[in-house]
């Protein structure tokens, strides 16, 4: 017998947060030492994943239709003389729903929620002699930190989860369920997978958490986010740091000051507040208040004039009315913001806000994020448009859509397009800014860099 094993094709779809893009990685990292190897389309695969996604209700109803497609193109597949894949629901439904996901769906073969997958491997085998368990779903992120192999890199920047869980309980959203309670990894583990992603040409790594300002505010982890940044900051080679999402709770002075000192940190910063309303705030148990949340950002500003501030908003909480909403946009014209997510209130099952009197109407709903929608497009227009003229650092990361030219990052998170060889690719460069547009900018290279 060989010592390497077959090649299996294993199709893997990503919903939802960059928490789920970091596990659809990780995911690929544990099952290929069983010779699985990523394939771009579900169609003959082995092995087909769905990282599913609960946050919106259209989140999870998209996973059902697409399990349905599945099921017919596995049908289909197998009718032609064609193998049977394995089809397997992980990510945040699968915590939610587990077997009901089964029973809906019965040509589900496994169900793995967000802290389980590392022993996707074993589950596999398992569901292949058609016995044991077909559902994974702890709630102990320690054990699968300890389980996953080395980290491989695709590219020049990479996410690192750092935190996982909630303990907020917003009354709003279901992750504090789906993915349990507040949890930091320990800062040596960060530092040597940091470390690995460097050593394979990884220039810049956004830290994730759901709530990643309060790294270390748990059990685990030491010193807090800031001294986090400043350890990594510290690595040769790795000379950009993002991190997200943070609430405006944990938003604490050290960090605030590290956005001004920590050469390596980026000027960007999603930040939510969800809501101008204190009514509302109230009521979502944001535990801030629009004032609050003013001043933080007024801080961070003295600490770091140029910084990019971006945002997650929900329009339609149960009992908003029309003045609530216009203090949202009294808030937003105050903030001025770089990018930001608006969202329509989707009820989630289970959620203290789903049972809330004075739900409101889906076409009201529709008028506000329309309002909001044309206010936010108009700042971020505004904050790209500023940029022109300017010369920005821009990190490449690859080929663009047209030939000749490279797509990179600037220090504020916009796209940046110009003109330039290939060899530049992991490098950063000083690009001036010559046009702007809601989602990107075009540059060219300054002469020196060439
Ligand atoms: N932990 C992060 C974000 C988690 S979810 C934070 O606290 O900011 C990402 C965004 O989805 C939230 O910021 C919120 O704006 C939105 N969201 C969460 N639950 C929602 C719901 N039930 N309806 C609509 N939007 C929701
Ligand atoms: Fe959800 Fe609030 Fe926790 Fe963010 S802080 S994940 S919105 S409960
Ligand atoms: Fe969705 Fe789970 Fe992330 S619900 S937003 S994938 S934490």
New binding site residues.
């Given amino acids: 017998m060989s010592g390497t094993a077959p090649t299996k094709r294993l199709f893997i779809k990503t919903y939802g947060?960059q928490m789920n893009v970091y596990d659809s990685e990780r995911m690929a990292d544990v099952l290929s030492p069983l010779g699985y190897a990523m394939t771009d389309v579900p169609e003959g695969a082995d092995l087909v994943v769905l990282n599913t996604c609960h946050?919106?209700e259209k989140a999870t109803e998209k996973v059902y239709s697409e399990l349905g497609k599945l099921k017919e193109m596995r049908e289909e597949n197998v009718a032609g003389g064609g193998s049977r894949s394995t089809i397997v629901v992980a990510g945040c439904v699968a915590q939610a729903y587990g077997e009901e996901i089964m029973r809906r769906q019965p040509a589900v073969d496994l169900v793995v929620g967000p802290q389980s997958y590392h022993q996707l491997p074993e589950l596999i085998a398992r569901t292949h002699r058609a016995r044991g368990e077909r559902l994974a779903a702890d709630f102990a992120p320690d054990a699968k930190f300890d389980a996953l192999p080395a980290r491989r890199a695709s590219g020049v920047t990479a996410f690192l989860t750092v935190q996982e869980g909630?303990d907020?309980f917003?009354t709003?959203?279901?992750?504090p369920y789906t993915r349990g309670g507040e949890w930091s990894r320990p800062a040596e583990a960060i530092e040597a997978e940091a470390r690995e992603l460097v050593a394979q040409g990884v220039r810049e790594v956004t830290l994730l958490g759901?709530?990643v300002n309060a790294y270390a505010k748990d059990a685990g982890g030491e010193g807090g986010l800031a001294a986090l940044v400043r350890r990594l900051a510290r690595i040769e080679g790795l000379d950009r740091i993002r991190y997200t999402?943070s609430?405006p709770r944990d938003m604490d002075a050290a960090l605030i000051a590290a956005h001004g000192e920590v050469a390596e940190l980026m000027p960007y910063l999603h930040l939510?507040v969800?809501s101008g309303s204190d009514r509302i705030l109230k009521a979502m148990n944001r535990a801030h208040t629009a004032d609050s949340y003013l001043k933080t950002i007024e801080k961070i500003r003295a600490a770091r004039p140029d910084i990019a501030i971006s945002g997650?908003?929900?329009v339609g909480f149960p009992g908003e009315r029309d003045a609530d909403f216009e203090a949202t946009l009294d808030l937003v014209r105050a903030v001025g913001h770089a990018g930001a997510?608006s969202?329509?209130?989707?009820?989630?099952p289970g959620?203290p806000a789903a049972a809330m009197p004075g739900q409101v109407d889906e076409a009201v709903k529709d008028e506000r994020l329309a309002r909001l929608n044309t206010l936010l497009d108009e700042q971020a227009r505004a904050f790209n448009a500023a940029q022109v003229g300017k010369v920005l650092p821009v990190l490449f990361e690859k080929k663009g859509r047209h030939h000749g030219q490279l797509i990179g990052r600037s220090p504020y998170l916009q796209a940046v397009h110009a003109v330039a060889p290939d060899r530049l690719i992991g490098q950063i460069v000083p690009v001036r800014i010559e046009s702007a547009a809601r989602m990107s900018l075009g540059g060219a290279l300054e002469l020196e860099s060439v």
């Fill in positions: 947060c946050i919106r909630c907020k917003c709003f959203c279901v992750v759901q709530n999402t609430h939510p969800q997650d908003f929900i997510f969202f329509k209130y989707s009820r989630r959620t």
